[in-house]
């Protein structure tokens, strides 16, 4: 999921100083879990910009397992929104950079033809896994998995340093020299190799990272999901 927080309020009024009517988007998906634009937060920012002068011509909010990101679905959802997007100021986005990137070029640009400010009520804050309360950054998407070397523990992302080949030497019962409340992804990577029997591994030189699999932006082609 991707993790993220609601922007304040000034930096949204802000953005939409010049704007007097205003729809708000949200997303059934990861924007829920985070509280930052599911139909709660919705209701809450339209109230907000209310508050603040604006006219809220629509507040969507998709429902739990809608996600803004996908195309199909974004499409179908505003489709039935289009009078109020079309005769907005702008569009605020309660979802995370995906989704306003998503519904700006294929929804507004390229299904609408319009061209209308959009503006991120949110900061995302990366790929996270856990909940239903307390999620943690596992994994930075390197594109080219290599789990299988680190007993299933990644020391790109849970090292401070993103070290491939074995601990610091800073590393403190247990602990990470960076950061003493964390635990030290190298002693969780060899505590978990000896419980498998496979402490050999410690010794195998991990060549460099290659990091043109992850030169930005990443695109990828797959065959289309059929809704229901
Ligand atoms: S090696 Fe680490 S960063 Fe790369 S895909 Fe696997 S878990 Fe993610
Ligand atoms: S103490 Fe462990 S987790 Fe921290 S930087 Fe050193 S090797 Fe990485």
Redesign the pocket.
């Known amino acids: 999921m991707i993790g993220q927080t609601q922007k304040p309020i000034e930096e949204i009024l802000e953005y939409l100083k010049d704007n007097e009517k205003i729809v708000v988007v949200g997303c059934g998906g990861c924007a829920t879990v985070f509280h930052t634009g599911g139909e709660q937060e919705v209701k809450e920012m339209a109230e907000k910009l209310s508050k603040a002068g604006k006219k809220v011509l629509a507040g969507i909010a998709p429902p739990f397992g809608e996600f803004t990101c996908y195309a199909p679905w974004s499409k179908s959802r505003l489709n039935q929104y289009r009078k109020e997007i079309e005769e907005s100021d702008a569009i605020l986005m309660l979802s995370c950079g995906d989704g306003v990137q998503v519904v700006r070029e294929l929804i507004l640009e390229e299904e609408f033809n319009i061209t209308k400010p959009i503006y991120p009520g949110t900061n995302p804050i990366g790929h996270m896994g856990g909940g239903p309360t307390l999620f943690k950054e596992?994994?930075?998407?390197?594109?080219?998995?290599?789990?299988g070397k680190f007993a299933g523990i990644?020391p790109?992302?849970q090292c401070a340093k993103g070290l491939l080949n074995g601990p610091c030497g800073g590393t403190n019962n247990g602990k990470c020299e960076v950061d003493p409340e964390r635990d030290c992804a190298w002693v969780k990577i060899y505590e978990r190799l000896k419980a498998l029997d496979m402490l050999e591994k410690m010794n195998e030189i991990v060549e460099p990272k290659d990091w043109s699999k992850m030169t930005r932006p990443r695109q990828i082609e797959v065959a289309p999901l059929e809704l229901k």
């Open positions: 596992k994994c930075q998407q390197c594109g080219e998995c290599e789990l990644c790109l992302t």
